[in-house]
């Protein structure tokens, strides 16, 4: 008896946890071809970066595409976080902006690269680059890097580049912010 009690309290889990909310159709949302929302990320996204020992990948950005934007949208900004990095205080892995609206993805390792054609401009992570990626103490459990893309009513050419997340986030105050979506990756080694 106990045994079936325990089934069914697993299936009545799983049955929930499949149980996600319907999408609208219309909804501006971004995506990872490769990645479900809060997938694993492979070893070849985590960053590169030699004064830190636990970033030992290729820093390889992974494929982004989104639809939907705000119709007066005019560029997008991106931002990803590690809320848990630095013992809780977060890490900034990630700072893009003036997106042009008619850009709608971004190629698997384009976004770590530096920016061409006008795609995107690069600003100021925790550590002065534009893009790291994870570098998740090894040992840990997964922690969760969220990426937030935002529509703006901003030209793409409006911010100089190498700004930082606060700065970018100040500029967008005033009605600039016209509407987000985000997209949680997991990364632990």
Not at 20 to 45: C, G, H, S, Y
Not at 61 to 69: E, H, R, T, V, Y
Not at 74 to 80: E, G, P
């Amino acid at each position: 008896m106990k045994t079936i009690s325990t089934a069914l309290a697993a299936l009545a889990l799983a049955g929930c946890a499949a149980m996600e909310p319907a999408v609208p159709p219309t909804a501006f949302r971004i995506t990872a071809p490769q990645f479900a929302d809060n997938a694993m990320l492979q070893p070849k996204n985590a960053g590169n970066f030699a004064k830190n020992p636990n970033c030992t990948g290729q820093n390889v950005s992974p494929a982004l595409q989104w639809i939907n934007a705000p119709a007066d949208t005019r560029s997008f900004v991106l931002i990803w976080d590690d809320q848990a990095g630095r013992n809780g205080l977060g890490v900034s892995h990630a700072v893009v902006y003036g997106i042009p609206a008619s850009v709608s993805s971004f190629a698997e390792g384009e976004l770590a690269a530096a920016p061409t054609s006008g795609r995107f401009v690069a600003g100021k992570n925790i550590l002065g680059m534009h893009w790291l990626g994870p570098c998740s103490p090894k040992g840990n459990a997964p922690q969760h890097y969220v990426l937030t893309f935002i529509a703006t009513s901003l030209e793409p050419g409006a911010l100089p580049s190498g700004m930082t997340r606060p700065e970018v986030l100040k500029a967008l105050e005033g009605g600039k912010a016209l509407r987000a979506a985000s997209l949680a990756f997991r990364f632990a080694q």
